[in-house]
């Protein structure tokens, strides 16, 4: 596990230093590190498996979260990855069932009765061991049906505590666990990396002949989207905002104009004054709350106010990787980053501002630069994810067939049952 430490490591302080560009980015390595590191758990036949990898996989989601707060997708794909490990577990469970010996009640009560008393028999022996002598001398003898792993379900009570100390487990039951697992991860990371061909496939049914469709900044999933309605022989136009302070907006539209759209470039002061012209908004966002609200770039609050005025529909564009469970009001959802001065003003003119007569060289001038803009969900017309088209409404039902209730509160201390009960 030692490799596996340095590789979180490593991949944290690439989060912490802003190293990773993207939230697509961010939830595919994420999604590839907790693969490896469910792959290089050990686990001992005395342990509820599924509990390990999700003790192993929530730390090292804390950890991840903790580098950078303001990044979601991180904390969304290691809630995806703990929900895997507990329906994958449930699926194996009911296997189990499915699968177990047919018979009478009676033969099936005397087998339970067999393996009862020799699983009473090892235990007896494990409690009191033979002496030093022997155990160099021999192994202690232990049938293949007696082993712990094996009597699991047929735990004796009363006998006292002791510890066992085995091996890597290399039972059946652990490796078709770990297999279905990987092989959901696997899925999890597919689907990351082909969620903008997937929005981009509905791009033609929202986008009609001759309209002009409004975005700000830049956004990768909005570019394969009005492209994929170009390759449609869909005739539209684009008008981009610039998205200030850093102007990513003239990046999309280069692209868009190299792609053969006909693209305007307009500043985000214009917004509200080119919106009667336009159909339809498309945008990108950071990230989509458990109430349908999105945490987008700056100036997007405006955008959407301005469509609401003239009825212009909001479209967000987003993949499901980008669903956070948590609600805006959460204590750890960090809803805004703020981000470097210079980016407004240099350093240069900003020390032309300092006061140096009062001794303690305060600035006169301050300079905020935040990051994001909150839009609420009423503001939001319709969310085009890879498994289609969705209401803000139905965000919660999304949300609830990826995440679990158990994992939503990942930076905080569980209870133990007993703390627990009594709370209740």
Known sequence: MADVQGLVNDFATKLSKRKVE????????????????????????????AAVLIDSVRGVGRRLIDANPVELAVGNIVRRVL???????????????????????????????????SSAATYQRILHPPSLATLLGSKPDMPPACHPSASRNHDIEGKGKFELSFTADKSPSSLALKRHIMEAVNDLIEDIKTCHEQIAHQAVELIHQNQVVLTLGHSRTVKKFLCAAKEKKRSFQVVVAEGAPKYLGHVLAKGLAAKGLQTTMIADSSVFAMISRVNMVVVGVHAVMANGGVIAPVGMNMVALAARKHAVPFVVVAGTYKLCPLYPNNPEVLLNDMRCPSELLSFGEFSDCMDFSIGSEAPLLHVLNPAFDYVPPELVSLFVTDTGGHTPSFIYRLISEFYSADDLALQQKLLPESEHSNSI
């Open 83 to 117: 929900y895997i490990i507990r329906e994958e577990e449930l699926l194996l469970q009911a296997g189990e069932l499915t699968l177990s010996p047919q018979g009478s009640d009676r033969e099936i009560d005397e087998e339970d009765d067999k393996l009862f008393l």
């Open 22 to 49: 993207g939230s697509r980015e961010t939830a595919r390595m994420t999604a590839e590190l907790l693969r490896t590191v469910i792959s290089q758990q050990k686990m001992t036949s005395s342990t509820n498996h």
